[in-house]
């Protein structure tokens, strides 16, 4: 890999697929994902254009405090029902709303942080590139999908750092 290089007059947007992390982060570490940090590091002192976070919403609402944090962060939620279907199978999934606002987006960055380990992703990152955007990947290197860690320009294993990206309960 080549050396990396951030400048500081980079267009960032970040894309945060917050199922995604927070079960990395709840299955690995027993606890939550510390998203102040997780930005920060994204951002590295460049120019952060937009940051979203993608939420499923719950019938009980338990979600209402999480997003609240993340707005406190300057990250725009994405929100979206949790689906329900018949015989109580349960589906919740950001990916192409994660990929339209990505591809959306990219016209006014430089470069594109996906923090999600999902494997489903490797075709939008490889679009973005062949687009001249610089694609970053940030999850939890024992949940991420190594393809995704190859085609990305940088991948960021935030489970190298757990004291940094984890909250615990």
């Given at each position: 890999m080549t050396n990396i290089i951030k400048h500081k007059n980079q267009r960032v947007a970040v894309f945060i697929?917050?199922?995604?992390?927070?079960?990395?982060?709840?299955?690995?570490?027993?606890?939550?994902?510390?998203?102040?940090?997780?930005?920060k590091t994204a951002v590295a002192g460049r120019q952060l254009i937009r940051a979203f976070g993608y939420v499923i919403r719950t019938k009980t609402g338990e979600e209402?405090?999480?997003?609240?944090?993340?707005?406190?962060?300057?990250?725009?939620?994405?929100?979206?029902?949790?689906?329900?279907?018949f015989g109580g199978?349960?589906?919740?999934?950001?990916?192409?709303?994660?990929?339209?606002?990505?591809?959306?987006?990219?016209?006014?960055?430089?470069a594109i942080v996906i923090a999600s380990g999902d494997g489903d992703f490797i075709p939008l990152v490889q679009y973005l590139q062949n687009q001249g955007r610089r694609v970053e990947v940030m999850a939890f290197g024992p949940s991420a999908s190594g393809k995704l860690r190859?085609?990305?320009?940088e991948?960021?294993?935030?489970?190298?750092?757990?004291?940094?990206?984890?909250?615990?309960?």
């Open positions: 697929d917050a199922q995604n992390m927070y079960h990395s982060a709840k299955s690995l570490f027993g606890g939550r994902v510390n998203f102040k940090e997780l930005l209402k405090p999480f997003i609240d944090a993340l707005l406190s962060l300057g990250i725009e939620s994405r929100e979206k029902d949790l689906q329900e279907f199978a349960k589906k919740a999934d950001w990916d192409v709303g994660i990929a339209v606002d990505a591809i959306r987006t990219m016209e006014i960055v430089d190859e085609v990305a320009d991948f960021i294993d935030l489970a190298e750092d757990p004291g940094k990206y984890i909250l615990k309960r």
